[in-house]
């Protein structure tokens, strides 16, 4: 178990370019999330999927904003003309849905500033 | 919406005093997890307490469930410097969605 990887750590971007952050979950995860946390808030939560179904995605998640799990492992977010507002750590977290008491698992996230 | 709503939004105790934060949510539940974050680091799970529970203890961590009054408790005894972090509670009823969370500062 070498736990939730997210790739890159950090990035910076000029507005309207677009950027992707990939996350690794914990191999034998089903579910996975992506929240994203601007300093001094909680995680807000952005989507997530059971294997490769995204099952839900928050309305605060503009079009610009995409998600993909292709094979039901790791799983990418795209965010298209990026804005300074998209500035912020976007976390990615796994868990065994259906098992029972099984908590998230968190990667340490992608800080993300557009400048 | 959110589910799990944490006060005080923030918390100064010195070391070696006990720090309480607490936690109501809005759904009927199967368990609730409390989870730590320490600054520009993801969560980390600490406690989770099933619906049917009204204690549980880890370490220096204790936790209540009051399923009738939609509420949860987390203590910290004898706290340490180290303790100094966010911490948040969710449930899964509503997709983990977590709170703003309880800064806690624990001064040396």
């Known amino acids: 178990d070498t736990g939730v990887s997210q790739d890159p750590r950090h990035k910076i971007t000029k507005r309207g370019q677009n950027v992707t952050f990939r996350c690794d979950p914990i191999s034998e995860h089903n579910r996975l999330y992506w929240y994203r946390q601007t300093l001094g808030q909680g995680p807000e939560f952005l989507t997530y999927f059971q294997n490769e179904a995204q099952l839900e995605k928050s309305r605060l998640l503009s079009d610009r904003f995409s998600a993909e799990r292709p094979k039901g492992s790791f799983s990418t977010l795209e965010i298209q003309r990026t804005e300074q507002g998209d500035s912020a750590m976007y976390l990615c977290?796994?868990?065994?849905?259906?098992?029972?008491?099984?908590?998230?698992?968190f990667g340490n996230g992608t800080r993300l500033t557009v400048t | 919406s959110q589910q799990g709503e944490e006060d005080p939004q923030a918390l100064s105790i010195q070391e070696g005093e006990n720090a309480t934060m607490n936690c109501s949510y809005k759904?009927?539940?199967?368990?609730l997890q409390w989870y730590r974050q320490n600054s520009g680091r993801g969560l980390v799970h600490l406690i989770l307490?099933?619906?049917?529970?009204r204690e549980k203890h880890s370490g220096r961590l204790r936790v209540t469930l009051d399923t009738s009054k939609k509420s949860s408790s987390l203590l910290i005894t004898a706290s340490r410097a180290a303790d100094t972090a966010s911490y948040f509670c969710a449930t899964e009823e509503n997709d983990m969605r977590f709170g703003a969370g309880t800064r806690l500062t624990v001064k040396p």
């Open positions: 759904t009927s539940i199967n368990n």
């Open positions: 977290a796994s868990t065994s849905a259906g098992t029972g008491d099984s908590p998230l698992h």
């Open positions: 307490i099933r619906s049917n529970e």
